[in-house]
């Protein structure tokens, strides 16, 4: 059973910088797709970035373009998601999300293994 466990969460201000990473164990992440979503409080879990299994294709939400970046490290069976320039709605339990196929996706649907969250707050 593939397991995420999110790492590097905290408070930051806003315009500020900060880096989450996922690790994964059991299965094979190699092969894997995987993913970031957050979800902040009474709102709806939303796609932030995605990454195929080769980590040559990314995709983005629309509201962190340009500003996140998403990356893979398969020798460290983890990956990363790099965010400058915080604003104030990114505050939300980021969640690393896997698939069980090689393309990346962008709902949740198109997951099957879940991180327990990263909570982020920026701040004023």
């Known amino acids: 059973q593939v397991r995420l466990v999110e790492s590097g969460g905290g408070l930051v201000q806003a315009g500020g910088s900060l880096r989450l990473s996922c690790a994964a164990s059991g299965g094979t992440f190699k092969d894997r797709a995987m993913g970031w979503f957050r979800q902040a409080p009474g709102k709806d879990r939303e796609f932030v970035a995605t990454?195929?299994?080769?980590?040559?294709?990314?995709s983005y939400g629309d509201s962190v373009k340009a500003r996140f970046t998403i990356s893979r490290d398969d020798a460290k069976n983890t990956i990363y998601l790099q965010m400058n320039s915080l604003k104030l709605d990114g505050t939300a339990v980021y969640f690393c999300?896997?698939?069980?196929?090689?393309?990346?996706?962008?709902?949740?649907?198109?997951?099957?293994?879940w991180g327990q969250g990263a909570q982020v707050t920026v701040s004023s």
């Open positions: 999300a896997g698939r069980r196929v090689m393309s990346s996706g962008k709902e949740t649907e198109d997951y099957a293994y």
């Open positions: 990454i195929n299994w080769r980590g040559t294709v990314t």
